[in-house]
């Protein structure tokens, strides 16, 4: 098994990194990076709790082989509020709007919702539904999440 | 997974001289969303990766001489869905990548990969078909085209040789009176967007005056081991006076010439079925939309 010595900008920090060939995304970033805020669920690309940004884009980390993001900047569900207290809008509203039940899938809706508003700021709840499909919910709180999605597009319009 | 020594490339001619070099121990990897499935599932064994991702002229996408267009082999299904070249040369393409799984799998998956992957069941294999495209594929010997409809043999097998890259497809100029679709049959509808079709249907069709069918391109996904062009159709269409009654009767000879698996999507009795009435519908609505 052939290793690799990746670079990339994670959660705006520069990492460097050796991984095998066959390390996946999100084993790097929960085991060799720490960070357990994204979630293993299907593991076939399907649920979406794994859901990431990498070089903005909206990625599924369990299909992407780690030696994919060198050079990348990442951004997990850790990274999105940064250092200081406040939150992100998205974040805000998934509080205040009922937008999780047991949380395993939050993240990933997070993360989903983020790249949603960073693209299209003021989105219907069609383009909420039709973008968030592929992130489950297995305690079934769709509406609140799609709920959560739309008031976060208000918070952003406000500020 | 089992073990490999993944290697990127810059170029196509390293990619294959690394082909030549490993041959049936070679692979060859674009945006991975299937291969790492396969892989994982102990499908595709491969002791040699080749990493596509840093060939920029496996990019791009770009209007040929004359009104054709050209989709590079590593152009995701987002960057094709969102292109302005593809939504100029034909909406119902746009359309089709559009309607692959979830927005992460567009944004990993690509062109190329896609029809390297060779899955019947996928989305714009039926519209390409139906738009005359043809695969440019490259060799130790150099670039070769073969029309898209010779390019899948079996399920999950394409003409792709050992030692050869899908680089592009390129797709003919359209008529002006050209008017295409793609539509993919859900029965459960909303919230199952992101299912494989149970069928799906693309066609493009151009009518002259008096709606005489001057040219008409139909082909079907989901409905056997292969995308498929449905040449007998076609063939009584073209020339003839397009009224519903003819669209009906050759709608219903679709039925004859597919081969769609029982599944969980649906028997194969049902999707013949399907197959007949959204073949019907799609040549109804292009017709009424002319």
Redo the contacts between chains.
């Keep these: ?2 290793v ?1 010595h990746l670079k990339f900008e994670l959660n705006g920090e520069l990492r460097e990194i050796e991984v095998a ?2 390390r ?1 995304l999100i084993d790097m970033l929960r085991e060799d990076c720490e960070l357990t805020g994204t979630k293993e669920g299907c ?4 649920c ?1 709790a794994c ?1 990431v940004l990498v070089d903005g ?4 980390a369990c ?3 780690a ?2 993001v ?1 050079g990348c900047v990442i951004q997990t569900v850790e990274g999105l509020a940064g250092d200081g207290p406040a939150l992100t809008s998205v974040q805000e509203a998934f509080i205040h709007r009922g937008g999780f039940q047991c949380g395993i899938c939050t993240p990933g809706q997070i993360i ?1 919702a983020t ?1 949603l508003l960073a693209e299209r700021p003021r989105p219907t709840a069609d383009e909420v539904r ?2 968030m ?2 992130n489950l919910c297995r305690c079934t709180g769709y509406y609140k999440i799609i709920e959560s999605v739309l008031a976060a597009a208000e918070i952003d319009e406000v500020q | 997974m089992p073990a490999f020594d993944y290697h990127a490339v810059g170029s196509v001619p390293e990619a294959l001289d690394l082909l030549g070099q490993y041959g049936d121990e070679a692979c060859l990897v674009a945006g991975g969303a299937s291969l790492l499935l396969m892989m994982r599932q102990g499908l595709v064994r491969s002791s040699h990766v080749i990493g596509l991702r840093g060939v920029d002229e496996l990019r791009g996408i770009w209007r040929l001489p004359g009104g054709g267009l050209e989709i590079r082999a590593l152009t995701t299904h987002c960057e094709a869905e969102c292109s302005p070249e593809v939504q100029a040369y034909c909406p119902a393409l746009a359309e089709s990548f559009s309607r692959i799984a979830t927005v992460r799998v567009r944004n990993q998956g690509t062109v190329g990969g896609n029809l390297a992957y060779a899955d019947p069941a996928h989305d714009p294999p039926p519209m390409l078909l139906a738009l005359d495209a043809r695969t440019v594929i490259a060799g130790p010997e150099g670039e070769r085209t073969i029309p898209l409809s010779e390019f899948f043999v079996d399920s999950f097998r394409t003409v792709l040789g050992k030692e050869e890259i899908l680089v592009a497809v390129r797709l003919p100029a359209l008529p002006s009176t050209a008017r295409s679709m793609y539509l993919k049959f859900l029965p459960r509808g909303e919230g199952t967007e992101g299912d494989y079709a149970t069928v799906s249907v693309a066609a493009t069709l151009w009518p002259g005056p008096d709606n005489i069918c001057e040219d008409v391109r139909l082909a079907l996904g989901s409905v056997g081991p292969v995308p498929m062009r449905i040449g007998r159709v076609e063939n009584v269409l073209r020339g003839e006076q397009l009224i519903s009654d003819l669209i009906e009767d050759a709608a219903g000879l679709v039925c004859g010439e597919i081969d769609p698996p029982d599944d969980v999507r649906g028997s194969a009795t049902y999707k013949r079925e399907m197959a007949r009435v959204w073949t019907g519908r799609v040549l109804q609505n292009l017709l009424e939309r002319v």
């Design positions: 098994m052939s690799h060939a066959d996946l593991n076939v690309g399907v979406g859901s884009q909206l990625l599924s299909l992407l082989p030696v994919f060198d989903a790249a039709r973008w499909m592929g």
